[in-house]
């Protein structure tokens, strides 16, 4: 669990978020940073999608469903399988860089 602006994020919240939306692999990272006086939450998540339409689509949903289930904004990426680290132990999925 992390608290982002105010607000409880935990990963089981995220992984329920991006299985239900067409195209999100389960990979993800989330890396959080303050910049201008806010915190930013980027998020990392795999996908197949090749096109960059198709890419931008994808993102725009995470963002929009994120906000309205977790009540957060945050900057999606969409990047291509195999890109986000794996690990044959538990996978670090948050990287907290506001310390």
Known sequence: M???KGVNIFPGQIEEVLK????ASSEYQIFI???????V????????LKTKKDRHALEKAIK????????VGVVPKAVEVGDLPRSEKK???VFDYRY
Request: charged share 35%.
């Open 20 to 23: 239900d939306i067409d195209g």
């Open 33 to 39: 940073d303050h910049a201008d006086g806010k915190d």
């Open 91 to 93: 996978t670090t999925r």
């Open 2 to 4: 992390v608290k982002v």
């Open 64 to 71: 929009d469903r994120i906000k309205s289930v977790i009540n």
């Open 41 to 48: 939450i980027t998020l990392f998540v795999e996908t197949p």
